[in-house]
């Protein structure tokens, strides 16, 4: 006997009783909390636990790929670093980290990596805001443990300096005359990178600049001093700090006397490469003090002194060490005042260089003399690449030469040549020449 027809609707009806409307009644419940909502699944209910729970029982090795996932989207970017930091190799986890917390963020500067950002970053803001004798060195110690394996560069935008104490001294009035030339001699110190440094095994870049980002009306010179105590702590710090191989400090009111002191804590480091001490207070001295450096530093690479004050003494000093180093690339000296006799000087060395590819000399109060002897550094030096002479008055006959010069050379692939007073013929002939030698350098 054939099973009698059912029809589709009917036999809906039979699988879910529910789906009457007829058989079903709504029931209002008194529970304000109780929901007509399917009751969740028994491994949301798992995952939201752990999730919730990660603080105090952190578990996610142990759980399947995508229950992992899962978990590593629901977290917290609030949780402590002592549970994520060893735990957590999600970038997605990183990266919700570092726009919860800094909106934009950019990590070209930073080898592809959220996590390494947000390390560097947040350890970063940690030292920019410590205050001596006024923050707690525990917690930047504690957090240093935590990020010591992510950390490779540190770019400090600010130093606090210790605040001062507010108590009005007692005026000795034969002396007031005399201490108002002096100046005042309490020194502001800041913090101490000699617990820091050498805890970073992975650390390779160190750029300070001592001085308040955003000081407002509470302007003072002080808040921008570099003192010998704080000379004396970092020459210290990075001397024993060897894994270090770029050193930065700019805008930090650095004089020649404590630039020596920095300087000859380099001599024998073992792994430096780049060394920055730009827009500073730097004269002569230092200028002996870098020729020192590149005499005796095998490793050094590039050498960064622009916006000082050093003369003609000091880049005669600095080019008689070119003729012994065989390590520098690039050696910038632009926004000073070595004048044609630190030019020449210069040019006379860079003859004979074989390692030099890169000067920039720009504002130097260069002229015609210097740019002869540059002539023949074209004719001579086929290693050097890019050359820097803006803003010198070389003029009509200096330009001709250069471009004489330039005719014999195949290696310069760069040259700035803007107001220099040079001719416009001249110039176009020397761009063609740079044209060719890029052209030969493609093919």
């Known amino acids: 006997m054939d099973p009698p027809l059912i029809d589709e609707k009917e036999r809906n009806l039979f699988a879910n009783p529910a789906a009457d409307s007829k058989k079903m009644r709504r029931i209002i419940a008194e529970d304000s909390e109780w929901s007509l909502a399917t009751v969740p699944r028994l491994i949301d209910i798992c995952i939201k ?23 590593l989207q629901m977290l917290s970017t609030e949780l402590p670093l002592a549970v994520t930091a060893p735990l957590i190799a999600d970038e997605g986890y990183w990266k919700r980290c570092c726009q919860a917390r800094w909106g934009v963020c950019d990590t070209d500067l930073y080898d592809k990596s959220w996590k390494r950002m947000f390390f ?10 410590f205050v001596p004798e006024q923050s707690d060195i525990n917690t930047i110690l504690t957090t240093l443990e935590l990020s010591k394996d992510f950390i490779i560069r540190l770019r ?11 108590t009005i001294p007692v005026i000795d009035e034969d002396a007031s005359e005399q201490g108002s030339d002096l100046g005042s001699d309490d020194s502001l110190d800041h913090f101490d990178f000699g617990e820091v440094l050498e805890k970073l095994p992975r650390l390779q870049e160190l750029s300070l600049t001592y001085g308040v980002a955003s000081c407002g009306m509470n302007f003072e010179w002080s808040l921008f001093e570099f003192t010998e105590k ?3 702590l970092l020459s210290a710090a990075i001397g024993r700090a060897t894994q270090i191989k770029v050193i930065r400090l700019e805008r930090c009111q650095l004089d020649d006397d404590k630039a020596r002191r920095l300087i000859s804590s380099f001599l024998d480091h073992p792994n430096l490469e780049v060394l920055d001490l730009a827009h500073n207070r730097l004269g002569d001295k230092t200028g002996r003090a870098i020729g020192k450096l590149l005499s005796v530093n095998k490793t050094i ?9 050093i003369r003609a003494e000091g880049a005669s000093a600095i080019a008689f060490s070119l003729r012994k180093n065989n390590s520098l690339r690039s050696l910038n000296l632009k926004l000073n005042r070595i004048g044609e006799e630190g030019g020449r ?50 003029g009509v006959n200096g330009g001709r030469v ?42």
């Open 230 to 232: 704080d000379c004396r």
């Open 49 to 71: 636990h752990i999730v919730d729970n990660f603080a105090e029982n952190p578990i996610l090795e142990d759980l399947q790929p995508k229950h992992r996932q899962k978990v």
């Open 156 to 166: 400090i935008k600010q130093l606090l300096p210790r605040i001062k104490d507010v």
């Open 345 to 394: 000087a210069l040019c006379s060395a860079l003859a004979a260089s074989k390692s030099l590819l890169s000067l920039d000399v720009s504002s130097n109060g260069l002229g015609e003399h210097t740019a002869h002897a540059l002539a023949e550094v074209f004719t001579k030096n086929q290693v050097l690449e890019t050359v820097a002479i803006a803003c010198n008055r070389l």
């Open 120 to 129: 560097e970053r947040n350890f970063e803001g940690l030292i920019e805001d």
């Open 301 to 309: 690479s590039e050498v960064n002194l622009c916006d000082n004050r």
């Open 402 to 443: 250069i471009q004489e010069g330039l005719e014999e050379n195949k290696a310069v692939t760069s040259i700035d040549l803007r107001l220099t007073e040079i001719s416009q013929q001249c110039e176009h002939s020397i761009m063609n020449v740079i044209r060719r030698n890029k052209e030969q350098l493609v093919s």
